[in-house]
């Protein structure tokens, strides 16, 4: 079937209105959480295949997860999908005014391959739940991830309602030439701006999940040997492929030796390899050509060795870095930390803001007035004070970036929104309406309609 055809036949499925029964949100609901604890197996085989990733990172980080969403939304779509009574301002009396939350018809999802079922599956549950039909596109780099996606996915549901397409740059190039009710792309920002160019044609809504330079502040008030602890668990979890991974560090320089430090030894503590299940590889042999010109040999603090043939890089912490060195220049993704020293936080700031609005701040201190002015003067998606990552696994805040890292965000009553449109409605009775909008106008009609429009 052609995708314009897939696109059509989705599109009929949608105007039945058989997706915007509850019950049958529900129900397809269940069965996706059923269908994919079946096949828990499979998809833990499959991306073990892709880059080694351990049951248990795939669990705590990917399955986890989507597992969550769609809990949440079988236990809160009765509240999101109700109409919403609000109240009704002095000119409209008598009458009664809600809010309808209305799927928004046939999506396309286009997912990154750094947690590849989380990513693809996260935004499938939002966009089920506010009773839409699903086009979905994986990642294409781990191959066995998008392969066990689209058997799982393919076989459990009809392709008028959910069909997974597997492919690269061609097929989504043209998939992007289609009319979609709503796209959703997770990647970088620079597919980002093509995805963008490609939905306004048709006007499409867009959510746009992009990457970014995640800082990491560290002041000489924090508790150094946590926020050490801290800093390397989210660095170097996925081997620092997360998107919103500490990028780099702007550490005061007094405890600067401090921090580094107790890095060293909780990477030799956490003893990161493939054998120990808490490492992955590389993606690709392009990603590791990529990254293995940012170890600058002079500035290697810890690590710095790279296994070509494993797709292994050691975790690495680079020091005495400076804003003109290559490995600042782009997003990292990979296990490679560098770290810049200030003096002065206001430069240090200043730095920050000079780039690209980062998906992720990290702020370490004990100092509420530094916590306050970092929050206040940086711009960034989302993050955390004294720690890293977990924003992303507290279901009550929204997950999404700003700026160049990203449009819209999701997860919880956030991912429904981003799916469903609301339709605004006013309700008159037919009877006791004034009638002062009607001519002929009159002074008199004037001086009462003021009277009304200032309250
Ligand atoms: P990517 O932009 O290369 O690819 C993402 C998707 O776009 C894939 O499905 C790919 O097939 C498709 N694609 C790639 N090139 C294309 C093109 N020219 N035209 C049309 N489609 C194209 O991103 P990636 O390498 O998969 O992921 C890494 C990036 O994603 C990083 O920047 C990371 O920060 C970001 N990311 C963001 C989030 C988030 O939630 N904000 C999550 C994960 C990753």
């Given at each position: 079937m052609s995708y314009q055809s897939l696109i059509e036949a989705q599109r009929t499925f949608f105007h039945s209105n058989v997706t915007k029964d509850i019950h049958f949100r529900l129900k397809q609901l269940r069965k996706l959480l059923a269908v994919l604890k079946e096949n828990e197996p499979l998809l833990y085989k499959a991306i073990h295949e892709d880059f080694k990733k351990s049951e248990f990172d795939t669990y705590t980080t990917e399955l986890s997860l989507v597992y969550h969403d769609i809990k949440e939304a079988i236990q809160m779509l009765p509240k999101w999908a109700k109409k919403k009574r609000t109240r009704t301002n002095l000119v409209n009396v008598p009458g009664k005014s809600y809010i309808i939350p209305e799927p928004l018809g046939v999506c396309l999802v286009i997912g990154a391959w750094n947690y590849p079922y989380q990513l693809s599956l996260a935004p499938i549950v939002a966009a089920i739940a506010a009773g839409n039909t699903v086009v979905l596109k994986p990642s294409e780099l781990p191959a066995n991830t998008s392969v066990a996606m689209a058997k799982i996915l393919n076989t459990a549901f009809e392709e008028n309602f959910i069909k997974v397409i597997e492919g690269g740059i061609p097929e989504t190039t043209e998939l992007l030439s289609c009319k979609f009710d709503k796209i959703f792309f997770t990647g970088s920002t620079t597919v980002g701006k093509i995805v963008y160019q490609a939905a306004a044609k048709n006007l499409t809504p867009v959510t746009l999940e992009l990457g970014g330079k995640s800082p990491v502040f560290v002041t000489r008030d924090a508790d150094i040997d946590n926020s050490a602890k801290r800093i390397v668990w989210g660095k170097f979890l996925n081997s620092g492929q997360t998107c919103i991974a500490p990028d780099y560090i702007l550490v005061e320089s007094s405890v600067q030796e401090k921090l580094l430090g107790s890095m060293k030894s909780y990477i030799e503590k956490f003893s990161y390899s493939f054998a120990n299940e808490n490492y992955i590889q590389i993606v690709n042999e392009r990603n590791m050509k990529r990254l293995s010109k940012f170890i600058d040999k002079d500035k290697v603090y810890v690590g710095g060795k790279i296994h070509e043939e494993e797709r292994f890089i050691e975790p690495t912490i680079l020091r005495?870095?400076?804003?003109?060195?290559?490995?600042?220049?782009?997003?990292?993704?990979?296990p490679i930390l560098p770290v810049i020293s200030f003096d002065s936080l206001d430069k240090a700031i200043t730095q920050v803001k000079q780039g690209a609005k980062p998906l992720a701040c990290y702020i370490f201190t004990n100092d509420a007035k530094i916590k306050e002015k970092i929050l206040q003067e940086v711009s960034f998606g989302g993050g955390q004070v004294n720690d890293t990552l977990m924003h992303v696994v507290n279901y009550h805040l929204p997950f999404g970036g700003v700026g160049?890292?990203?449009?819209g965000s999701y997860h919880g009553e956030a991912g429904f929104k981003v799916f469903t449109h609301y339709k605004s409605i006013l309700e008159k009775p037919?009877?006791?309406?004034?009638?002062?909008?009607?001519?002929?106008?009159?002074k008199n009609k004037l001086s009462w309609i003021k009277k009304i429009l200032s309250f």
């Open positions: 005495d870095v400076s804003f003109a060195d290559k490995v600042m220049q782009e997003e990292i993704f990979g160049d890292s990203g449009i037919f009877f006791g309406e004034p009638n002062l909008k009607y001519p002929p106008y009159s």
